[in-house]
């Protein structure tokens, strides 16, 4: 049972441009929410994370937007670069250390 | 900075036989997991150790089994490796709530 839905599955964008990815959860039970970024023979690593107490966390050019009613969340990256090429997941975490992954999105930023 | 090792980046492997993946974390992490990715399906939890000598069932177990002597290592051990079985496997660590990741083994069963 997929507990954390995410869209789209593929995204191209120009550089310059903004790039939006979207999940979605079920279980409210959820109390923090990472994205992780894995480029091409790598692992994925920690990209940005919030919690369902606050509605927006920026780090540079990644923002992550929360809506705690709605159930989603969604990454913002601005002036995406050639760079951010990459696949990104979010996820959702519970206690004790139980981390839902989504299905991903492979992003492609094209100068 | 965490590392997390993984004995190969790349293994070809026959149906049948017995393989051991291999992974190595240098932080004193409690915690360490195995996951496989495959396209479209994201990442799936096979087993998780909280401690050593303790191991406990993911999402997707069946065909797979785990060992973890020492706190730093974690196997993974496919019994009779199947051709459902060809897929990236990704180990991790982490200490509260986040994961640290390995490079990861693609691992194909002819």
């Given at each position: 049972?997929?507990?954390v839905?995410?869209?789209?599955q593929s995204?191209?964008?120009q550089?310059?441009g903004?790039?939006?990815?979207?999940?979605?959860?079920?279980n409210?039970?959820?109390?923090y929410?990472?994205?992780?970024?894995?480029?091409?023979g790598?692992?994925?690593?920690?990209l940005?994370?919030?919690r369902?107490?606050v509605?927006?966390?920026?780090?540079g050019?990644?923002?992550?937007?929360?809506?705690k009613?709605?159930?989603?969340?969604?990454?913002h990256?601005m002036?995406?670069?050639?760079g951010?090429s990459?696949?990104?997941?979010?996820?959702?975490?519970k206690?004790?250390?139980?981390l839902?992954?989504?299905?991903?999105?492979?992003?492609?930023?094209?100068? | 900075?965490?590392k997390?090792?993984?004995?190969?980046?790349?293994?070809?492997?026959?149906?049948?036989?017995?393989?051991?993946?291999?992974?190595?974390?240098?932080?004193?992490?409690?915690n360490?997991?195995?996951?496989?990715?495959?396209?479209?399906l994201?990442?799936?939890?096979?087993y998780?150790?909280?401690?050593?000598?303790m191991k406990?069932?993911?999402?997707i177990?069946e065909?797979y089994?785990?060992?973890?002597?020492?706190?730093?290592?974690f196997s993974l051990?496919?019994?009779?490796a199947?051709?459902?079985?060809?897929s990236?496997?990704?180990?991790?660590?982490?200490?509260?709530?986040?994961?640290y990741?390995?490079?990861?083994?693609?691992l194909?069963?002819?």
């Amino acid at each position: 049972q997929q507990q954390v839905k995410q869209s789209p599955q593929s995204l191209i964008v120009q550089k310059g441009g903004i790039s939006i990815i979207n999940c979605a959860y079920e279980n409210t039970a959820f109390d923090y929410f990472p994205w992780y970024q894995q480029f091409p023979g790598k692992g994925p690593a920690l990209l940005i994370a919030i919690r369902p107490d606050v509605s927006e966390k920026k780090e540079g050019r990644f923002t992550i937007s929360f809506n705690k009613s709605a159930k989603q969340f969604s990454l913002h990256i601005m002036d995406s670069q050639p760079g951010d090429s990459a696949t990104y997941f979010c996820a959702a975490s519970k206690p004790p250390d139980k981390l839902i992954f989504g299905t991903g999105t492979r992003l492609q930023v094209f100068p | 900075d965490v590392k997390v090792t993984q004995s190969s980046r790349y293994l070809v492997k026959r149906t049948g036989e017995k393989v051991f993946l291999e992974c190595v974390q240098d932080m004193d992490h409690e915690n360490m997991f195995w996951y496989r990715q495959d396209p479209g399906l994201g990442l799936r939890l096979i087993y998780f150790s909280y401690d050593v000598k303790m191991k406990e069932k993911g999402d997707i177990p069946e065909g797979y089994s785990v060992s973890r002597e020492k706190k730093e290592r974690f196997s993974l051990i496919l019994e009779s490796a199947s051709t459902n079985q060809t897929s990236m496997y990704l180990c991790a660590s982490s200490s509260v709530r986040g994961r640290y990741f390995g490079p990861g083994t693609r691992l194909t069963v002819t």
